[in-house]
């Protein structure tokens, strides 16, 4: 068990250009989450996926965010024409089975300049 | 609109000290929460996990639930300065979807 992993860990670009990130969740965990957290603010929740289905997005989220997990397996999360206040920490969590327990990943720390 | 309310703090308490950490939710039909850890710069690590009312203890962590009174609470016993950190409460937002607070930043003065 190696934890969920992403990356990149930091990424950094200009307004208006589009990003993707990647996570790997815990090998055996079928449930997958996208947070979005600021300086001084909890995480935001984004969407999560149930093996390779989405079951829920957040209304606050624009349709310049689209994630996917093709596989069931890992899940990306790209952003299109980032704007600066998209800046934020992207962290993905995983959970598997009939636990509620979430394990998060270090997260990527995105800058748009 | 579900939520969860936390002090944002910072909340300061000696060494050695019990730290208390306090979250109230609007959900009152909330049945699971959660604590997590959050070092600066680094993502939340779950500490602890609690779904009955009463306590719940692990080392020095202790949870307690009132769904009545819709608050959870974390004890810190015996505060270390490697404590200090940001404690975020998650409460359910659907199924298998959790709600963060803001944290409440703690700082264990040595």
């Known amino acids: 068990d190696t934890g969920v992993s992403q990356n990149p860990r930091h990424k950094i670009t200009k307004r208006g250009q589009n990003v993707t990130f990647r996570c790997d969740p815990i090998s055996e965990h079928n449930r997958l989450y996208w947070y979005r957290q600021t300086l001084g603010q909890g995480p935001e929740f984004l969407t999560y996926f149930q093996n390779e289905a989405q079951l829920e997005k957040s209304r606050l989220l624009s349709d310049r965010f689209s994630a996917e997990r093709p596989k069931g397996s890992f899940s990306t999360l790209e952003i299109q024409r980032t704007e600066q206040g998209d800046s934020a920490m992207y962290l993905c969590?995983?959970?598997?089975?009939?636990?509620?327990?979430?394990?998060f990943g270090p997260g990527t720390r995105l800058t748009v300049t | 609109q579900k939520e969860v309310e936390q002090n944002s703090g910072p909340l300061s308490v000696p060494e050695g000290a019990i730290a208390s950490l306090n979250c109230t939710y609007s959900d009152r039909g909330s049945q699971s929460f959660f604590w997590y850890r959050q070092y600066s710069g680094k993502s939340p690590e779950l500490i602890m996990f609690i779904y009955s009312n009463g306590d719940k203890e692990d080392g020095r962590f202790t949870a307690q639930l009132n769904k009545a009174s819709q608050y959870v609470s974390l004890l810190i016993r015996d505060s270390q300065p490697s404590d200090s950190a940001t404690y975020l409460c998650a409460a359910p937002g659907g199924t298998y979807k959790y709600i963060f607070g803001t944290g409440t930043r703690l700082k264990v003065l040595a």
């Open positions: 969590a995983s959970s598997g089975g009939t636990s509620y327990e979430q394990y």
